[in-house]
């Protein structure tokens, strides 16, 4: 158990003003703001070292080839260059965690989170910790998704979801089904198309941005999100409203027409490709699958935080569409990188409001 400087672990019949679950953006983020408010806090971390999801990335991903990595609060993020993310990113996140002496306990995997009268119960194994407030920063990472289609297991070749994605070397010589219509899939297509035969697959046509596509264009987008999130809907990624933009590093992939093979969805997958309602077959030696994440949010499951329409419906804030944090059906639970804020930018700034909210809570109950 490794513990970090600044923390401390909690005595047994002890109770924590607030614990945060995960050392993501967002988890990083809200402790800043819990520490800054002198509220008494634990980071618990799943991961075995700093960097959240970051760690776990493919090697070919440099910083030049991220979408974004939006600076921590009081701090400046890494610029783009040729390095490897997977190694810049949690060096960075390390530092911040030192340097603000943020209290990570790590690694410690949440299971469950349950309500015990005022108090929530946060288990992980045979440890437990209770707090006044939770802050949940689990993200998506952990919860790839697969489609189900007839014949998946059948299929002989490999395949492979984005989370284990180990560079276009490894596919070269090979013909690669890409399934998924998101900034992933693009992302892919532009490393495999010059080293593959790549053939690109989508439930919907992609919608590519338009060139003059600004913030106030992408403040429309996210609020599209928090909007869902309000009704209590399963969020939506944010990627899924703002359309498509091609960069400098996939315009070879697009000289190739890689994009412009696009295909619908196929109906069965065989042991040797996939094949169409109209008969249509196509050869595959690798699936792979660049078709998203689910909210990591089973641990919470019995507090009872679903909507009957399968979301976690969210507390909106007038004027701040990425601040939307607090649980409706309990108070005492923020959720940051969670709908309109799963970005590296919202996580920064639900990370300040759920710290404002975590501490209007604890004055309204010592009130």
Do not use: C
């Amino acid at each position: 158990m490794k513990v970090h400087e600044a923390a401390r672990e909690a005595a047994p019949d002890s109770v924590l003003d607030s614990v945060v679950i995960g050392a993501g953006q967002a988890g990083l983020a809200a402790s800043y703001f819990l520490r800054q408010r002198g509220i008494d806090h634990l980071v618990l971390d799943a991961n075995p070292g700093p960097g959240g999801a970051w760690q776990h990335r493919w090697s070919s991903l440099s910083m030049g080839d991220v979408h974004g990595v939006a600076d921590l609060p009081a701090s400046t993020a890494p610029a783009g260059s040729d390095r490897a993310a997977n190694l810049v990113v949690p060096d960075y996140f390390d530092g911040y965690e030192r340097w603000h002496h943020l209290p990570v306990v790590r690694p410690v995997r949440v299971v469950r989170v349950e309500s015990e009268g005022d108090l929530l119960v946060v288990r992980a194994g045979d440890r437990e910790w209770r707090t006044r407030t939770l802050v949940n920063a689990t993200g998506t990472w952990t919860r790839p998704f697969v489609p189900h289609y007839p014949g998946i297991a059948s299929f002989a070749g490999e395949q492979l979801h984005t989370v284990g994605y180990p560079g276009a070397e490894h596919f070269r010589g090979r013909r690669v089904l890409v399934v998924g219509g998101g900034a992933s899939a693009v992302q892919l297509i532009g490393e495999l198309a010059p080293v593959t035969d790549t053939l690109w697959v989508t439930r919907r046509p992609p919608v590519w941005r338009d060139a003059d596509f600004d913030s106030a264009a992408g403040l429309a987008a996210v609020t599209a999100v928090e909007e869902r999130v309000r009704q209590g809907l399963p969020p939506a990624s944010v990627v899924s409203v703002t359309g498509l933009a091609l960069r400098p590093q996939e315009q070879e992939a697009a000289r190739l027409g890689a994009y412009e093979r696009r295909l619908p969805m196929f109906e069965r997958i065989a042991p040797d490709g996939v094949r169409w309602a109209d008969g249509r077959f196509e050869h595959a030696d690798a699936i792979l699958w660049a078709t998203g994440f689910r909210p990591a949010v089973e641990h919470l499951a019995p507090l009872g935080l679903r909507s009957p329409h399968g979301g976690i419906a969210l507390v909106p804030v007038p004027g701040n569409v990425q601040g939307a944090t607090t649980a409706v059906r309990d108070p005492r639970v923020q959720l940051v990188g969670y709908g309109p804020s799963a970005s590296t930018v919202g996580a920064s700034r639900a990370g300040r409001q759920a710290a404002l909210a975590v501490s209007r809570h604890l004055g309204a109950i010592a009130a």
